[in-house]
């Protein structure tokens, strides 16, 4: 009697994260839909755009977060352009940070890197080799190549280890944009910070209620 009420128990919870899991996953598509017609900077009560990871009830917790989180990002943007851009690159350093801060908050809301922000900053690279360091462009056109090829190996080898996608492949165009900017040496660092910076990230959504953490 206990062994089949248990089995009924288990079907019954099968069932409902299937059900979640099938409402996430349309949710998620509804959004990359949208995105993929219009960029969403911002809360969803200035837009129709809600982010996927969060419900009904987070939605106001997560509009007050992004507002303060590209506040705060903005300022120390700023802040750091200002005193450790190389004489020269000011405007250019300013652009990318302004670049950069556009795609995490359309990422953080809608989980899509917009192609044309991408290629924005792939054009402001070049640019920048172009303007400031032509001598060195075979480096930073390896680290254009590296950054994109690494990526594009993991996102596929995860499909084919997993069955299911791990790593967009908006992803793997950003890391070729920013090593246009720093060259084949810099791509290390920018993983390091990349990688601390979302572990980071996911812990304090986690600790707040919006995102749950699983194994993968």
């Keep these: 009697h206990y062994s089949s009420l248990y089995r009924h128990q288990d079907r019954q919870a099968s069932k409902t994260t299937n059900r979640q899991e099938d409402?996430?996953?349309?949710?998620?598509?509804?959004?990359?839909?949208?995105a993929s017609t219009s960029i969403d900077f911002w809360p969803s009560e200035w837009s129709s755009t809600r982010c996927p990871l969060v419900g009904q009830k987070d939605?106001?917790?997560?509009?007050?977060?992004?507002?303060?989180?590209?506040?705060?990002?903005?300022?120390?943007?700023?802040?750091?352009?200002?005193s450790l851009a190389p004489p020269g690159t000011l405007a250019l350093t300013l652009c990318l940070g302004a670049l950069l801060l556009g795609l995490s908050v359309i990422d953080f809301r809608t989980l899509t890197l917009p192609d044309t922000l991408t290629a924005s900053t792939v054009l402001l690279g070049i640019l920048m080799v172009w303007l400031t360091r032509p001598e060195a462009w075979r480096a930073h056109l390896i680290g254009g190549l590296v950054g994109y090829g690494i990526l594009v190996?993991?996102?596929?080898?995860?499909?084919?280890?997993?069955?299911?996608?791990?790593?967009?492949?908006?992803?793997?165009?950003?890391?070729?944009?920013?090593?246009?900017?720093?060259?084949w040496a810099g791509l290390a660092p920018i993983m390091l910070v990349a990688s601390a910076s979302a572990l980071v990230g996911v812990i304090g959504l986690s600790a707040l209620g919006i995102r749950k953490v699983d194994a993968d």
């Design 23 to 34: 409402r996430f996953a349309r949710n998620k598509e509804e959004i990359h839909r949208q």
């Design 153 to 183: 190996m993991v996102e596929l080898g995860y499909r084919h280890l997993r069955g299911k996608d791990g790593l967009g492949r908006g992803d793997a165009k950003l890391l070729g944009a920013l090593g246009v900017w720093t060259g």
């Design 59 to 82: 939605e106001q917790l997560h509009n007050k977060l992004t507002i303060i989180l590209t506040g705060l990002a903005g300022c120390a943007l700023l802040a750091s352009g200002i």
